[in-house]
């Protein structure tokens, strides 16, 4: 493609982008699409010559376009939102026309440098005690692994990574039963085994009860185990519980566990001064992430993994064949050295960019009216006769559950719940998933999306009530 075809059709696609963004309310939330369709329609085989832009744009809107599930249309409200915005979709733009591969700081001077000042600049933003030091992951589920291997090591003092497992330690994890599914997955991958994850029972309101979690210890302790480490929730994926930080904080430091925070989605409540409380006890961990792929206008993937101690991360990854050797290894932050992955994407410059546009008070704004819609809404399902809550809402998560007045069956109302739940989304107008709470069908809806307002809200309680009506029950 030569330089004129390419400006005249980047100038299409961005009018493309901009139509897009404007009409997306328009667009069904989910598509009316069966599991093969999409495939069927794309040849089995690559084309032997190349082919027109506009003959590949053209598939992109007949064929892709109605395929898709539209993350960013306002009445977007399924499991966690991955949000993006029109300053992080311009910053990708840039990332993707320079195309650099950012493993090293010599690679990449720039990319490095501003990433260093993206972790300071998101740091200072949550309140992070200053001894964290950031990088970016692609998700929270590589932070995690890399905290679960980074706690091994320092644990084996580093003799894991060289010897593998000693035949007789046994390792035991621990985090809540709410805790994400990443957590179990990481245990598995890092070969500890995922019946050496204790799954800590939680109170009413799905948080990690700190008393089951110290006998859990001392039992594993009392059978020859080495408690490693815990990982907290703060926004647990179900119903954004909010583990007790500073209690399992304090029996980590008593009993020398590592501690790894997981707020992939909570973390950007943080940014609210009045909402800090709930990392009262932060100091302690060793560990802490938190996605703004998720909840901070930012395209997928961006995930801030913070650090007390960057050389216990850097030892656990390094690795230095001649072929990655440059000559700045040690003034400069080599971020190859600081995760799995050796290649490395541009992530910081969408973070700037969003970061400056809305700046912190613009965060702040739209973070906390996305909470406030939460809370009138869950006032309003907990006023309603036809629905209850199923959980606190301590932040902008719902969970509620249509009350069957067919009578107290379990089963019954969990094939109610899930009824109405595939009306509403075949309806297109609105997307919500769904979680199970004590083996309870539970309905959740996530206000997060960059542009919700009110009357997107106001207008899926409406038709909430309006398909229950129409069910039943
Ligand atoms: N942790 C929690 C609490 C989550 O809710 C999720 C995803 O929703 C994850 C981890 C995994 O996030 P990622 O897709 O970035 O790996």
Redo the contacts with the bound molecule.
Sequence with gaps: MDSAEFRKHAHELVDWMADYLEKVSSYPVRPRVSPGEILGKIPSLPPQDGEPFDRIFGDFTSIVLPGMTHWQHPSFFG??PANNSEPSILAEMLTATMGAQCMSWATSPAATELEERMMQWLSAMIGLPATFTGVIQ???????LCSILTAREVRSRYSVNTRGYPSYTRFAAYCSRE?????EKAIKIVGMGKESLRKIDVDAAFAMRPDALEKAIKDDIKSGLTPLLVVA?L???GTTAIDPLKEIAEICKRYKLWLHV?????GSAFLLPELRGMLEGIELADTF?F?P??WLFTNF?C?AYFVKDKEALIRTFEIMPEYLKTNEEHPVNNYRDWGIQLGRRFRALKLWFVIRHYGVVGLRETIRQHIQLAQELAEQIRASEDFELAAPVPLNTICFRYKSRRGTDIAAQNRLNQELMDRLNMTGRLFLTHTKLNDRFTLRIVIGQTHVRKEHVDEAWKLIQAQAHILGG
């Design positions: 499991y966690f692609d998700t929270a589920s590589t932070a995690t805790a994400h599914s990443s957590v929730a926004g647990t994926t997981d707020a992939a989605f909570a992430v996605n792929h998720k993937d995930s």
